[in-house]
């Protein structure tokens, strides 16, 4: 993910991420991750079902969940991020 695509993302959730520091670091690193290697272990990524057929989930710390789709986006794969918030709030 490019600087300017985290900015726009920073400034859309400017106010989930308030809250705490550790809170945006926490989501930073996973962002960062994502980028890398979607399927990294730590992100413990997985597929939903049901409603959600079609989206994936991963992990962004204790009890903090992104929602994404993989989409195509000028011929190359990318990420969507959907949502972010915690398992109970996302599911």
């Known amino acids: 993910m490019n600087s300017s695509a985290a900015t726009l993302l920073f400034g859309l959730h400017a106010a989930f991420f308030k809250s705490t520091r550790k809170l945006r670091a926490a989501f930073e690193s996973t962002l960062q991750m994502l980028h890398d290697d979607a399927f990294d272990a730590r992100l413990k990524t997985h597929k939903l079902k049901g409603d959600l057929v079609g989206v994936w989930a991963c992990s962004a710390g204790y009890d903090l969940r992104i929602l994404f789709e993989f989409v195509t ?16 709030e996302v599911y």
């Open 73 to 88: 986006h000028s011929n190359a794969e990318a990420i969507l991020l959907l949502t972010i918030g915690t398992h109970d």
